[in-house]
């Protein structure tokens, strides 16, 4: 069973408008992190944002949110007031306590900004 | 501060040939990783390491070694490269491995077995 899943293979967004990428998880585990990374063409693995099973609030780093639903198992990235440079590759991922040191992601979405 | 920084940025290797991936981080980090990206996939891990002289197995370790002399640096071989082992590798490298730890990645370096 995938522990990550990410249902988008593809979004759109209008220049300067918000947007929702999806995330659900899947873990036994009460102790677990979540997080977030973007991916531009050059390649480069961008760490946005962390959420930790035990907080109590929405994790935020600027524009982007977690939209952290720990009862459904899911951690989606809100993006507000999208930027065409937001245009890229968005990974979800999770780190469980008993799963060691592994970082699990998910397949990833793809973010097209439009002008 | 540089973060982690990966060498080489490209290669192109012929079935059997071997070389050697170099990661190096200034974060004083004492967790670092090796991932492998293929398209239309997330990341998996091969090899990590959670101090000086200590290695581990990850996801996908075979086909693979690692080494670990000094704690900045994260070396990935591979001995008898396979066409299967064309991806993207990524190191990265975090300060201590728990659940709520984030990891911080290397620029990645694209491989290409023939």
């Known amino acids: 069973a995938q522990k990550i899943t990410q249902t988008q293979p593809g979004m759109f967004v209008q220049e300067k408008e918000a947007v929702t990428l999806d995330c659900t998880y899947d873990t036994s585990d009460p102790s677990y992190g979540l997080f977030w990374y973007k991916q531009p063409s050059s390649g480069e693995m961008i760490f946005l944002i962390y959420?930790?099973?035990?907080?109590?609030q929405n994790a935020t780093e600027g524009r982007y949110s977690l939209n952290f639903q720990k009862a459904r198992k899911s951690a989606n990235l809100v993006i507000s007031a999208s930027q065409l440079g937001d245009s890229a590759m968005y990974f979800c991922a999770m780190r469980e306590r008993t799963g060691g040191f592994k970082t699990i992601f998910g397949a990833g979405t793809r973010l097209f900004v439009k002008a | 501060n540089a973060g982690v920084t990966q060498t080489p940025k490209f290669r192109v290797l012929k079935t059997g040939q071997s070389m050697t991936l170099l990661c190096a981080q200034d974060?004083?980090?004492?967790?670092m990783y090796w991932y492998r990206q293929d398209p239309g996939m997330g990341l998996r891990l091969i090899h990590y390491?959670?101090?000086?002289?200590?290695?581990a197995k990850g996801e996908v370790p075979d086909g693979y070694n690692v080494s670990r002399l000094k704690k900045q640096n994260f070396l990935l071989g591979l001995e008898s490269a396979a066409p299967s082992q064309t991806s993207v590798y990524f190191c990265?490298?975090?300060?201590?491995?728990?659940?709520?730890?984030?990891?911080?990645f290397g620029p990645g370096t694209r491989l290409t077995v023939l």
């Open positions: 990265a490298s975090s300060v201590a491995g728990g659940g709520t730890d984030t990891q911080y």
């Open positions: 390491s959670v101090g000086e002289g200590t290695t």
């Open positions: 959420q930790g099973s035990y907080d109590q």
């Open positions: 974060m004083n980090h004492e967790y």
